[in-house]
Nanobody
Framework: QVHLAESGGGLVQAGGSLRLSCAAS????????MTWHRQATGLQRELVARMIGGGSTDYADSVKGRFTISRDNAKNTVYLQMNSLKPEDTAVYYCNVVAIDATKNIRAYWGQGTQVTVSA
């Protein structure tokens, strides 16, 4: 079974930066769509960043120009670089990967979430 392990969350002051990592282990052959989502307490989970293949990216308006999604194929790891953080970025961040596994099945996997807290 494929496992996505998230790391990099923490407490940071407004204006600071964090880089989240989402490392896939197990039988992933290739990652097709990579996304980052976040869920603030009491609110719905929202999509914040997406990468299709290794190419095109898009972002929620609220993070555009501040967040960057990327990946390292050799490490099967997806990153979210977060700059100029604001208190409203405080949330649990989740990665999701649509991937082809070793048996050529396509399916989506979720990370366990990592807390990002931005203080004013």
């Amino acid at each position: 079974q494929v496992h996505l392990a998230e790391s990099g969350g923490g407490l940071v002051q407004a204006g600071g930066s964090l880089r989240l990592s989402c490392a896939a282990s197990g039988s992933i052959d290739s990652m097709k769509v990579m996304t980052w989502h976040r869920q603030a307490t009491g609110l719905q989970r929202e999509l914040v960043a997406r990468m299709i293949g290794g190419g095109s990216t898009d972002y929620a308006d609220s993070v555009k120009g501040r967040f960057t999604i990327s990946r390292d194929n050799a490490k099967n790891t997806v990153y979210l670089q977060m700059n100029s953080l604001k208190p409203e970025d405080t949330a649990v961040y989740y990665c999701n990967v649509v991937a082809i596994d070793a048996t050529k099945n396509i399916r989506a996997y979720w990370g366990q979430g990592t807390q990002v807290t931005v203080s004013a």
